[in-house]
């Protein structure tokens, strides 16, 4: 874990609601991988006290990306950044994914859930085959489409009011596949995608979303209850979890 001071290289509204900022950290930026997270510190005030967790939607030589949707303060905060201002990062923070080898592996996106799924298909061994399902309110929300078109064999495309794609939501589609006992899923998005997947394969795993206070699993706030009554805290045992362990 490393506490660096980033400077912004780039920021860009991708839709409607939804920025991206390129970030020069390269310290954090050197150890980190798919599944992790950082801490945001936005002001040098108490206001907002608590810092901001935002997955790693990817890395470039020196610098990561970080995507958000605004939500509450923090965000609104952190969309009015500039190129050449300085925010505090806490990283990599989360347990880094698993990488399979020579698999089928399924990646289902739910709006900015979209974000860390870039990375990890970025990272993934290439003698995996990736599919991607992605799902959006309308067609403005569909980001990064260009990147993931050169590292998935197919693409899968659902609006809520059928401007692209089939109308109606991702797990519509995703939970047509049959079983397989060669393919991995992965899911990122909100709570009630990821709630009604159904979708039946040897592996399937969620990224969670959970409020932080320190975000290095001291605080407990972000703890999510396992189906044999145990807890797991989200900052230090995921943000991925197996979506057949724990209760949504």
């Known amino acids: 874990m490393i506490r660096e001071k980033s400077l912004i290289k780039s920021a860009e509204q991708l839709a409607p609601g939804i920025y991206s900022l390129w970030l020069y950290c390269p310290r954090i930026t050197k150890q980190a991988k798919p599944g992790q997270f950082v801490q945001i510190q936005l002001s040098n005030s108490y206001e907002p006290f608590l810092c901001r967790p935002l997955s790693i939607a990817d890395t470039e030589f020196n610098k990561l990306r970080i995507i958000f949707r605004i939500r509450g303060k923090g965000t609104l905060l952190l969309k009015d950044k500039k190129p050449g201002d300085e925010l505090f990062l806490l990283g990599p923070l989360g347990k880094p994914i698993t990488l399979s080898n020579n698999k089928n592996i399924i990646l289902c996106a739910g709006g900015v859930g979209i974000a860390p799924l870039l990375f990890l298909a970025k990272?993934?061994?290439?003698?995996?085959?990736?599919?991607?399902?992605?799902?959006?309110?309308?067609?403005?929300?569909?980001?990064?489409?260009?990147?993931?078109?050169?590292?998935?064999?197919?693409?899968?495309?659902?609006?809520?009011?059928?401007?692209?794609?089939?109308?109606?939501?991702?797990?519509?589609?995703?939970?047509?596949?049959?079983?397989?006992?060669?393919?991995?899923?992965?899911?990122?998005?909100?709570?009630?995608?990821?709630?009604?997947?159904?979708v039946k394969v040897s592996e399937a795993y969620g990224f969670l979303e959970e409020r932080m206070g320190c975000g290095c699993g001291i605080c407990f706030s972000c703890a999510v209850k396992k189906k044999d009554n145990s807890f797991s805290r989200v900052c230090i045992d995921g943000p991925v979890f197996d979506l057949n362990d724990i209760e949504l």
């Open 123 to 198: 990272k993934m061994p290439k003698k995996n085959k990736l599919q991607l399902y992605f799902g959006t309110k309308n067609k403005s929300e569909m980001i990064l489409l260009n990147k993931f078109k050169p590292l998935c064999k197919k693409i899968f495309l659902t609006t809520d009011d059928g401007s692209v794609g089939k109308k109606g939501v991702i797990t519509d589609l995703l939970n047509r596949l049959s079983q397989s006992d060669r393919t991995t899923l992965y899911a990122a998005g909100p709570t009630d995608m990821l709630k009604n997947i159904k």
